[in-house]
């Protein structure tokens, strides 16, 4: 059973740092890529981040670029999310999703508050 | 950046009716569009994969037809799980990938 759990989900300052943390099971975590998406308080889906199966490449919005890195630990199977210089904006729930573009498994989901 | 227009916002509708959600991209997409339901303190549930294709687990009420630009999600004879709110989502040409602002489904 594919399963992933995040954790890092906090209070943070406005201009701060947070690192959020997804681990994987169930799949074979280093042959997928992986996704960051979120959702603020009472808006919809948004895309944030991806990297591919190997960590060579990362993608990002543009409303993190500059300020958010996408990595993993293939080893460890799990997948990092870290956010610097947060804004209030960045306030959402976010979730790791296994696969590039669609994904049919997500966690259930980090929640990031900055004040 | 492809935009995603979902309509409508809302949809006030009862057990059993049949619905059709609509969803709009800025410019061709192919057929790289999914749905997902989202119920409020669930992640989110992948229903349609290329336009049409139901994932697998999801039950036959649910279709999804549309190539280009425009795609609908039908929901014939809806029962009380599926109301919720409904997103499509682009993935032909990224980053980024785009979601439409949602359809919540209400009951009437």
């Known amino acids: 059973e594919v399963q992933l759990l995040e954790s890092g989900g906090d209070l943070g300052q406005t201009g701060g740092s947070l690192r959020l943390t997804c681990v994987a099971s169930g799949f074979s975590f280093s042959t997928n890529a992986m996704t960051w998406v979120r959702q603020a308080p009472g808006k919809g889906l948004e895309w944030v981040s991806g990297?591919?199966?190997?960590?060579?490449?990362?993608y990002y919005s543009d409303s993190v670029k500059g300020r958010f890195s996408i990595s993993r630990d293939n080893s460890k199977s799990t997948l990092y999310l870290q956010m610097n210089s947060l804004r209030a904006d960045d306030t959402a729930k976010y979730y790791c999703?296994?696969?590039?573009?669609?994904?049919?498994?997500w966690g259930q989901g980090a929640l990031v508050t900055v004040s | 950046e492809i935009v995603m227009t979902q309509s409508p916002a809302t949809l006030s509708v009862s057990p059993g009716e049949r619905v059709t959600l609509s969803c709009r991209a800025s410019?061709?997409?192919?057929?790289?569009l999914a749905w997902y339901q989202h119920k409020p303190g669930q992640a989110p549930r992948l229903l349609i994969l290329d336009a049409s294709r139901r994932v697998t687990g999801i039950p036959a009420r649910f279709s999804g037809t549309g190539s280009g630009t425009e795609f609908t999600l039908t929901i014939t004879s809806l029962e009380s799980e599926d109301f919720a709110v409904y997103y499509c989502?682009?993935?032909?040409?990224?980053?980024?990938?785009?979601f439409g602002q949602g359809t919540r489904l209400e009951i009437k």
């Open positions: 410019q061709s997409i192919s057929s790289k």
């Open positions: 989502q682009q993935y032909n040409k990224w980053p980024p990938i785009t």
């Open positions: 999703a296994k696969d590039r573009s669609s994904w049919q498994y």
């Open positions: 990297i591919s199966s190997s960590g060579d490449e990362t």
